[in-house]
């Protein structure tokens, strides 16, 4: 990797949650760290200064989960299209499932997608180990080696452990070394052959249906286990009411369980499925406009701590077909920023709020407390983007390898203009 270079970026609106600054000033770097906030130390020249006057400088983002499908997928996307993918989107860090060709099950993976990831430079990819063996869900790897290989926590991606015995014995095993656990409320049964909600609008386009109760059940069966065990749980993608609700009665009691939510599910519904379209086939499904207003209920109260892109890049034969028979998941980080701007502009979260749970919130749910902050001496993974800026979602600006987004064509507000890795610029509009 190149040398970090000394830069200053002026004028900018920096806001940082993890100190609750907010204020228009100056950003000092060097040597891949901040150096100073405010006024520059005598004597310091920058190589470069960049300009951010009307635009907000804030803590690169952390991404819980975003697929990079390397290695063994490269048909749908590399660690380097969607590392390009991740700068232009102010992604600094991001979650890679185990769900991976071989999985993410033993060192020598996790290893490898460290060095390919620094071998690009352009985002800080954490691999997340399997829990058990192939993701078969009866066998449970290795996980002080996955730590040592620097897997930042453990999952089984979207392969739920169907044997509860099993699943008591993986969380018991993590929590003795520490490790955040990853998990996908959805029982496996109450969802299999399922594409969207079961309820009016998908009964209505003969679509299998995949009811509340797969999400509440999967919920209340892992919130035991990590009351019974003292595991650290993290429910990856809610989608319900109910499921936040049963969340946030768990956290009163002192369980230690957070979770988040993917942002489509914050602005898309049931009713985006009226047209068939296989971009807007997800697991878990789109829900109902009350399981939407629930959710962002429960952002704005702090229940759910981090929002994330959910980005499952696919190659466009995955999306052809009946819309029951077409892969699920969607691209998103490109529409990360500007579908977290509009809880800001609906009056969700403010901007300091919203910015908190791309940064600190995810960081913290890592425990990684070096992540998502700027503070003198803190690593210089800074996002500068213009919170105004306009623009059409279109084929020959996607940068990602996945096209497969519902958003092609729409007209959104937020732009990223400069992103910083280690003090190292890795994108610049």
């Known amino acids: 990797m190149l040398n970090a270079p000394r830069l200053s970026i002026r004028h900018g609106r920096l806001i940082d949650p993890a100190s609750g600054q907010d204020a228009v000033t100056d ?202 065990t003292g595991a650290r749980i993290h429910f990856r993608g809610l989608s319900t009411a109910r499921g936040v609700e049963m969340l946030a009665e768990a956290q009163a009691r002192g369980v230690q369980a957070s979770g988040d939510v993917a942002l489509h599910q914050l602005v898309l519904s049931e009713h985006d499925l009226e047209h068939f379209d296989a971009n807007c086939h997800v697991i878990p499904p789109l829900r109902t406009y009350a399981d939407q207003a629930a959710l962002r209920a429960a952002l704005a109260e702090g229940v759910l701590t981090a929002l994330c892109s959910d980005h499952q890049p696919h190659d466009a034969d995955a999306k052809l077909g009946p819309f029951p028979e077409t892969a699920p998941g969607l691209s998103g980080l490109e529409t990360l920023l500007p579908l977290a701007l509009r809880l800001v502009a609906d009056g969700v979260l403010d901007l300091m709020g919203m910015i908190e749970r791309l940064t600190i919130g995810p960081a913290a749910i890592l425990e990684r407390a070096d992540l998502g902050r700027l503070a003198p001496g803190s690593k210089a993974d800074v996002c500068v983007f213009d919170p105004e800026a306009v623009w059409t979602v279109a084929p020959d600006t996607w940068i990602s390898q996945g096209r497969n987004t519902p958003f092609m064509g729409c007209e959104l507000r937020g732009r990223v203009s400069w992103t910083l890795l280690g003090g190292r610029i890795v994108f610049e509009r």
């Not at 470069?48 to 697929?67: E, K």
């Not at 691999?127 to 066998?139: E, F, I, N, R, Y």
């Open 27 to 228: 950003l000092h770097l060097a040597d891949g760290r901040v150096l100073a906030i405010g006024d520059a130390p005598a004597g310091f020249q920058p190589d470069r200064t960049l300009d951010a006057h009307g635009l907000i400088v804030c803590p690169g983002f952390v991404d819980l989960c975003a697929r990079v499908r390397e290695p063994g997928l490269e048909q749908k996307a590399t660690i380097a299209s969607e590392g390009r993918a991740a700068a232009a989107s102010g992604v600094t860090t991001l979650c890679c499932p185990p769900d991976t060709r071989p999985v993410i099950d033993n060192p020598a993976v996790a290893r490898l997608i460290h060095q390919i990831s620094k071998q690009h430079g352009l985002v800080r990819v954490l691999p997340l180990g399997a829990m058990t063996q192939g993701l078969d869900g009866k066998s449970i790897t290795e996980m002080a080696a996955l730590k040592l290989a620097g897997c930042a926590a453990l999952s089984q991606a979207d392969r739920p452990v169907r044997d509860t015995q099993v699943q008591r014995r993986a969380l018991e095993y993590a929590a003795t070394f520490g490790l955040p656990v990853f998990l996908v409320p959805l029982d496996p049964e109450l969802s299999a052959g399922g594409c969207a909600h079961e309820g009016i609008v998908g009964t209505r386009l003969g679509l299998p249906g995949i009811p509340e109760a797969a999400e509440t059940v999967a919920v209340a069966r892992d919130l035991a286990l990590a009351e019974q």
